[in-house]
Structures are given as C-alpha cells and as structure tokens.
C-alpha cells in the first residue's frame, strides 16, 4: 500500500520511518521524500497488507504524521488523450504504457502520484486527483 | 527504371474499383510473406500516415470587411496574436504563438483545432483608422463558416524521419521533445517509422507539387518542399496546403509542451503509386531499416552529439539500450492516429473518393542547410570577467584568517583555491568563510567545495547567467582546457558591466 506521509514541523527531525521499521520489521520503501528542517512530504510503499497495515498506519498516525491511503493517482481524460506516448518513458515507477489497441493504460499500484506525466501531457489531459 | 504502372492507369483502376490499395504496415507484412516482386506487380498504392506536433503550420484567413471598413494593424483570436502584416482583413495564425492571456496553456494550435471543431473564437483588432479604412478598433465572435478563406498552410510538415531525444545532464529537461529525465533516464522520439509519409517514398519520386493527401482528416495537396527540406540525409519535408473547413478535430489538435510553448499535431498520409521496383523497394523498408540517432538534448547546441545510433524498431520497442542501462523510449506522434489515417486513405481510394494526382514539379534531391551566423560580437566571459591579477588565489594549505584579512583588504567574496600546479580544486567564499570563523576551522581544505561549477573566457554571458541562477551561485571561476585559473565571473560583474549595452 502507498502511503502519503506530511511531517509538520513538530515532527520533522524525529526519526519515525526507522523507529516504525525496528519496531515492526516492516519493509518500508521510499518513492519520494521531500525533507527540511522545517517541514516534509514523503510517499512510501509499506509491505503489507490487512490489520498489520492498518496497526502500521496508526503508529505513523500517533507519532504525529498525517497519513493519506493512495489508490488512483492520477486519471486520464480520453476525451482529450491522442495516444501519443509523451507520458511514457518519462514516468519514474513505469506506471503508464501502451495497451494493445495503443490506449495509455496507467497502474495504479505503481503510480506514486509525481505527477511528471501531468506536465509531459501536451494535451493537458492528465489530472493528478 | 521500368515503370510498372502509371497514374493515368492507376486512376482508371480506381474509378473501376479495381485498384489494389495496401497500408505501409499491410504491404510490408505483404512483401514479407510473398517477396518484393510479387507484391510489387499487385499492389497499385501504398497508404502511409504520421500524426505528429509540427509547429511550422497555421493558416491563412480572410475575416471578411467590417462596416465601415477596417485596415487590422493588430489582431487576436482567443488573445492569441494574429499576423496582420497583410492586406486589410486578411491574416496568419500561427501554431506556435501564445494566448497573451493564457501563455503556455493556449495558443495558435488551439484556436486552429477549435475553428475546426466549429467553435466560437473571439476577434480582436486594433486600426489607426486611414480615408479608406475608417474604423480603428472591433471585438466580435466568429466562427470558421463565417470566413471567406482559411487554408491551413503549413511552410514545414511530416520529417521524413526525426532524430531521437535522451539528457545527460542531472536536472529534468522541457523540450520541445518533450520531457527529459536527468542522466539518460528516458528517450523520446517522433515520426511514424514504417508508415512515414516522406519515408515509404525515399527518393521522392511520387512526391512534389500538386500531390494530393490527406491533410487533418481532409483533402490537401503538398505545394513545394517544406522548410529545412534536406532529403540527402533523409530529412525531406514537405509544405502543404488544404481547405480547413474539409478537416477534423481529430487530426487537428493544439498541444503544448511544458516550459517550451503551444503547436499543431497534424495529420499527414500520403498516398504511393508503386511506379517502379525502386518505389516499392523504399515503400516496404520496416521499422528497423529506418536510422535514428539519439541526440543528448542537454547539450546547448545546435549540434547536439549523438549518444546512440538506434531505429524505430528499437525506439517503438519501448526500451532502448544506452551503455549498460535499460531506458525507457516512448513516442510523441501518435502511432495509433497514424494507422487510422493510412486506413482512411486507403478507404478513400477504394471507395472511389480520391483519385491520385502526378506532382507537376518533384522535390529537389538536395538542399543545403545552412546555419545562421552571428555577424557581430557578442559580449563573452573575458570582457567582463575580473582577470586573475585582480583576484586572491590559496591554497588548500593556506591559514582562514590570512585569506579572510585579505578578503576584507580586497573586497570580494570568491577565493579560488588552486593546486601547487595552479589547477583549480576548490573555493572558498565569503560566507564559507564566516561559518569557518565560527566553528573554528584552520586551513581552506577543511571548509573548501571542491565540486567548482567553472565558466570559459569564450563563453557568451548570457549562458554563463543562467548557469548561476541554475546553481545559485553568484561567482564562477573562469579556467582554461588545463583548469588553470585565468579569472573570475559574479554576477555582480555582469549586473554592472553590462547594463544597457547590447553589443561591444
């Protein structure tokens, strides 16, 4: 499950993502971290699923983060969509690609809501939601 | 070389509805199965496609006369400027130019595909109002019927083939090729490959004057080569003409790429007589017959090198192989929209509707391309750097105090810190200096940087400025191919230096 973690600055310098790892053994993966001393934005992949995640996004919940689930990350307008490509390769976690009739087909489950496909779309048709 | 059939014949098999009509892809799987003679000797036209952005397109129009009359010195549709260096009402509206508005968001692209969608445009002009023209100033709607003409017209269409895009450098890129990540993490390229208009008819030998096409889901016609036609390394072009009120919204659609501005993506198909073996030959070349180079995009330069000779095959394969690393490739032309407009073609033709048409005059074979050359001086790096005999030059060695006493002494901010050869390792700057003080280092080598961001004398100032504002940095030592220290450059040289002078 992807995960959206928003550190305030009251939380900023406190090591949580490795207290929450040496506490439950959790594989944590990083997708993007954007850190100061001030403040941060962080999504991370947590390897697991059902009560596990649900106990593992209460403690980031009580050590003072805010924590938002990541479904769908972005959608497509095919109003507006010419199947170009323009989006493809410059997708970090290669989430987006050709389905077989050559329609952008995006998964979900790799999406960690960059948004770089939202500026690389030369017809705007790209929303992060 | 023999010709195995001519357009008088191949017309008369279409009006009869007996021509045998083939997509680029369809012929090539075609050739592949039966041999090259064979499909040859069957097939009368290959069908081709390519929907891709092409910013040298627009279209003339003629608004129609106001009363009173009005002479539009200035003038806008949607706020995106209009040409107006014409006759009265008449008008270019180019893909590229940008809503004034909504820059980077709408422009000529977008008002052309809305005119075709059968929109409402807003028209703005402004007059100094003259005896024969009287009136100064008109805001109006319009939409495309109410014009008398508008001709797409585009000076430069359908590249034979396109060179490739990757960056090497460690910052994202917005190109016009679209977006680049940081060290080759992924390729992009354009064109349609095997079903390439331009392509399929190497030689150009069907192609010229007064070919008919398919231009934006309508009928159009090529009217001579296109600008930077350079068929010799096979990057023909062609320009073309059509009637926008026969096309469609869906081969007409304003795009624009971030950070780089607004354009076109047209749709082109052109249909190819198989006139003789050699036409044929270059109408079944395949995806990896057609050459691309990979150029690094980072590389400021209109001679940008090329990292990776590939082919569409590769490119559309989604992944190419640069060094030892797997990268990503996608296209910017829509390869599906291509296909439709090769069937289309193909449908036109069967179904009686379109008849070829021989050019008049062919595409010259060879063309020139030539650079611009910048004729006067431009002011670089040496004219207004700080040489070294006005600069304090350490060593790694070399006391914090000292250095910062003659700091003070000399008033400036940037110690370049050189090795016993003089080749330059590191710097210091004021700031560093200061944070040294207080955390009580001793010698330069402790507080240095020693990744130096470097400029040449030769440089043009204009790329030196940005590549401090890039690393936000105010100075930069200027060194020679040896990096020894010949100088330096701040910002505040150029901001003093520079202001209101142009050229030396």
């Known amino acids: 499950m992807k995960v959206k973690l928003r550190y305030s600055h009251e939380v900023a310098s406190k090591p949580i993502l490795a207290e929450i790892i040496l506490k439950t053994g959790l594989l944590i993966n990083i997708l993007e971290a954007k850190l100061t001393p001030k403040e941060g934005e962080m999504v991370i992949d947590i390897a697991t699923q059902g009560s596990a995640l649900k106990n593992a996004l209460g403690y980031l919940r009580s050590a003072g983060l805010e924590v938002t689930e990541l479904r769908s990350l972005v959608e497509v307008d095919k109003g507006l969509c010419i199947s170009c490509g323009a989006c493809i390769s410059p997708c970090p976690s290669r989430a987006i690609s050709f389905d077989p009739s050559l329609d952008i087909e995006i998964d979900a489950k790799r999406c960690i809501g960059c948004g770089i496909c939202v500026r690389a779309c030369p017809r705007k048709a790209i929303q992060l939601i | ?504």
């Open chain 2, 1 to 504: 070389m023999e010709e195995l059939r001519s357009y008088d014949v191949i017309n008369d098999k279409i009006r009869h509805g007996d021509a045998v009509v083939m997509t680029a892809e369809d012929f090539i799987s075609y050739v592949e199965q039966s041999g090259l003679e064979k499909a040859a000797k069957e097939v009368d036209i290959v069908t081709t496609g390519t929907f891709g952005a092409m910013c040298s397109s627009g279209a003339f129009l003629n608004f129609g006369h106001t009363e009173p009359p009005m002479k539009m010195i200035r003038c806008w549709l949607n706020d995106v400027p209009v040409y107006k260096g014409l006759a009265a009402v008449d008008a270019y509206l180019g893909a590229t130019a940008m809503s004034e508005t909504r820059p980077f968001e709408y422009g000529g692209g977008h008002v052309i595909e809305d005119l075709v969608l059968g929109k409402e445009v807003e028209l703005r002009a402004e007059s100094y109002g003259t005896d024969c023209y009287p009136r100064r100033s008109l805001e109006t709607t319009i939409v495309l019927e109410d014009l008398n003409q508008a001709y797409l017209y585009d000076p430069r269409n359908a590249y034979q083939r396109y060179n490739s895009a990757t960056n090497s450098s460690d910052r994202i890129l917005y190109t016009y090729m679209g977006t680049l990540l940081p060290r080759f993490g992924n390729v992009t390229f354009s064109g349609s490959g095997q079903l390439s208009p331009l392509y399929k008819d190497l030689g150009l030998e069907t192609i010229g004057f007064g070919t008919k096409i398919f231009l934006g889901g309508g009928v159009g016609y090529v009217v001579g080569e296109g600008t930077q036609h350079k068929p010799q390394s096979r990057f023909a072009t062609i320009a073309v003409k059509g009637d926008l009120r026969s096309m469609s919204g869906e081969y007409l659609k304003g795009a624009v790429f971030y950070n780089y501005g607004t354009t076109l993506y047209v749709g082109v198909g052109i249909p190819i007589p198989i006139i003789n073996m050699r036409v044929a030959s270059t109408a079944a070349l395949r995806d990896e017959d057609i050459q691309v180079d990979i150029l690094d995009y980072s590389v400021p330069s209109r001679d940008r090198p090329t990292i990776k000779k590939s082919n569409y095959a590769e490119l559309k394969s989604g992944k190419v192989v640069i060094g030892d690393k797997d990268v990503p490739s996608s296209p910017l032309s829509s390869i599906r929209a291509a296909r439709k407009i090769a069937e289309t073609l193909k449908r036109w033709i069967e179904s009686k509707e379109f008849l070829l048409q021989r050019p008049i005059e062919l595409l010259p074979n060879y063309r020139e391309f030539k650079p611009l050359k910048i004729k006067r001086r431009e002011v670089t790096v040496g004219d207004l750097m700080m040489p070294l005999s006005g600069l304090i030059v350490a060593k790694p060695e070399d006391d914090i105090k000292k250095v910062a006493k003659m700091i003070v002494d000399k008033n400036i901010d940037h110690v370049p810190i050189v090795s016993e050869e003089g080749a330059l390792i590191g710097i210091v700057t004021t700031w560093d200096l200061t944070k040294a003080l207080a955390e009580d280092k001793k010698t330069l080598k402790e507080i240095m940087t020693r990744y130096v961001i470097t400029a040449r004398e030769s440089e043009r100032i204009d790329d030196v400025a940005k590549r401090m504002a890039q690393h936000h940095i105010s100075g930069l030592p200027v060194v020679d191919d040896l990096m020894r220290v010949k100088g330096l450059i701040t910002s505040d040289d150029i901001s003093r230096k520079l202001v209101g002078r142009r050229s030396i």
